[in-house]
């Protein structure tokens, strides 16, 4: 899996879970890095809590201006 990578001001790395969106590691070499993204296990209730976030969107009512126009049929 692909660990995107986020470069700190102090100078140090964050390697970003794509699944869970956890802070895996952050460190100041990429072998760091590395042995930790290949430890990480995804934390189950962060998937969870993501996946419930991006449901919401669907499920949005249409726009006020969609209403208006049935409306008026
Ligand atoms: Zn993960």
Request: charged share 20%.
């Amino acid at each position: 899996m692909q660990y995107p990578h986020r470069l700190n001001s102090d100078g140090s790395v964050d390697s970003i879970c794509p699944t869970c969106i956890a802070t895996v590691a952050t460190a100041f070499s990429e072998a760091d890095l590395r042995r930790a993204e290949e430890a990480h296990t995804c934390e189950s209730w962060r998937i969870a809590y993501y996946d419930r976030r991006s449901n919401v969107a669907f499920r949005l009512p249409p726009a006020p201006s969609h209403q208006l126009a049935w409306q008026q049929g």
